[in-house]
T-cell receptor, first 115, second 116 residues
Framework: AQSVTQPDIHITVSEGASLELRCNYS??????LFWYVQSPGQGLQLLLK??????LVQGIKGFEAEFKRSQSSFNLRKPSVHWSDAAEYFC?????????????FGQGTTLQVKP | DTGVSQDPRHKITKRGQNVTFRCDPI?????LYWYRQTLGQGPEFLTY????????KSRLLSDRFSAERPKGSFSTLEIQRTEQGDSAMYLC??????????????FGPGTRLTVL
């Protein structure tokens, strides 16, 4: 069955430090991959997406992610974390062509930023 | 603001009561999704509409749950005889008519349901 795994439930980094959030997926066909961010009490905001082409994708707020097919991974990175980045981050796989387009989400990683 | 809106934002109810949530998608979007998110988990797919047709339902959607999208615009999600296990955030998302391999979904702020 298709699934998304985010191995780290909770991560704490110091402000200004680099960040990497891990995501592994299990999906038979070409994956459509997403990272969303959710602040407390808020809906989901799309950070970036990968459909095809260049495996390094840039998103909003200075985030980037790299698709590695051989490792079934789509890790999210940021070179320098800001206190406002503290939130919950979700990786998701989208069912594409011929399907409904529904998303399968990982369980999320909570990011805490130390001053 | 022309984003996805949901009403109410919060609902507290007693076990056994019925509740109904509303979602207004982005106006030109013909695809609409409902997801449920429990504490500490990622959202889980519940159901999908293309225009007014409900084309997929998750096994999570028990017979106490019903969703409609009567004119292909707004959608409602009703839960009958609520149980404490129904307490969750209910998220709505919409996406435009498929013009490419995959279309991005835009999420609303969610309705948080608490069943006492």
């Amino acid at each position: 069955a298709q699934s998304v795994t985010q191995p780290d439930i909770h991560i704490t980094v110091s402000e200004g430090a680099s960040l990497e959030l891990r995501c592994n997926y299990s999906y038979g066909a070409t994956p459509y991959l997403f990272w969303y961010v959710q602040s407390p009490g808020q809906g989901l905001q799309l950070l970036l997406k990968y459909f095809s082409g260049d495996t390094l994708v840039q998103g909003i707020k200075g985030f980037e992610a790299e698709f590695k097919r051989s490792q079934s991974s789509f890790n999210l990175r940021k070179p320098s974390v800001h206190w406002s980045d503290a939130a919950e981050y979700f990786c998701a796989v989208g069912y594409g062509s011929g399907n409904t387009g529904k998303l399968i989400f990982g369980q999320g990683t909570t990011l805490q930023v130390k001053p | 603001d022309t984003g996805v809106s949901q009403d109410p934002r919060h609902k507290i109810t007693k076990r056994g009561q019925n509740v109904t949530f509303r979602c207004d998608p982005i106006s030109e979007h013909n695809r609409l999704y409902w997801y449920r998110q429990t504490l500490g988990q990622g959202p889980e797919f519940l159901t999908y509409f293309q225009n007014e047709a409900q084309l997929e339902k998750s096994r999570l959607l028990s017979d106490r749950f019903s969703a409609e999208r009567p004119k292909g615009s707004f959608s409602t999600l009703e839960i009958q005889r609520t149980e404490q296990g129904d307490s969750a955030m209910y998220l709505c998302a919409s996406s435009p008519r498929r013009t490419q391999t995959y279309n991005e979904q835009f999420f609303g702020p969610g309705t948080r349901l608490t069943v006492l």
